[in-house]
Antibody, heavy 122, light 111 residues
């Protein structure tokens, strides 16, 4: 069974750094792009960017370029989303999701993690 | 960025009755392959989004046959032939033709 298991909720202060994870299982990690999607409180879904485990290529939405970093560790089939300096406006639920077509990020998100709630407050 | 406009934003439904959601794009989502790069998702209360339809009209695995998707180019529709109580939640369309990939604002379906 394909699963994406995300790390637990985080409470941070403005200016702190953070790295959340998305551990995948049940499929071959390498050939499927992994996306990160933000959902701010009471709001809709926003695609942040993707990473290709085969070569670590990343694509970011301009809205998130320079604000976050997406990375992977292929040895443990895990993707990461990190911030170097959090802001209160980063408070949101963050989902990882798999693009379901082999080698193609221009494809549907067929499997989703359960979400990681990040709260940034002084 | 490609803008997706969903309508309505709120949709009261009655079990057993049909329901329909529109998603309009400000650019054609027709790929040179002939497929429309438009997907639909349902986010049930308190849950992660789940894939309903891909390439505009293909039901994802396990999705009931009462769900159907149609449309081409810039106009798309998700239909539920007979709404069931478990269909409540927020429905999103998403385009995967061009980065940044974008979602519609969502349509809240409630009984």
């Amino acid at each position: 069974e394909v699963q994406l298991m995300q790390s637990g909720a985080e409470v941070k202060k403005p200016g702190e750094s953070l790295k959340i994870s998305c551990k995948t299982s049940g499929y071959t990690f390498i050939p499927y792009w992994i996306a990160w999607v933000r959902q701010m409180p009471g709001r809709g879904l926003e695609w942040m960017g993707v990473i290709y485990p085969a070569d670590s290529e990343t694509r970011y939405s301009p809205s998130f370029q320079g604000q976050v970093t997406i990375s992977i560790d292929t040895s443990i089939s895990t993707a990461y989303l990190q911030w170097s300096s959090l802001k209160a406006s980063d408070t949101a639920m963050y989902y990882c999701a798999r693009h379901g077509v082999y080698g193609d990020y221009a494809s549907y998100l067929d499997k989703w993690g359960q979400g990681t709630l990040v709260t940034v407050s002084s | 960025d490609i803008l997706l406009t969903q309508a309505p934003l709120s949709l009261p439904v009655t079990p057993g009755e049909p329901a329909s959601i529109s998603c309009r794009s400000n650019q054609s989502l027709l790929h040179r392959s002939g497929d429309n790069y438009l997907d639909w998702y349902l986010q049930k209360p308190g849950q992660s989004p789940q894939l309903l339809m891909y390439l505009a009209s293909n039901r994802a695995s396990g999705v009931p046959a009462r769900f159907s998707g149609s449309g081409s180019g810039t106009d798309f529709t998700l239909k539920i032939s007979r709404v069931e109580a478990e269909d409540v939640g927020v429905y999103y369309c998403m385009q995967v033709l061009q980065t940044p990939l974008t979602f519609g604002r969502g349509t809240k379906v409630e009984i």
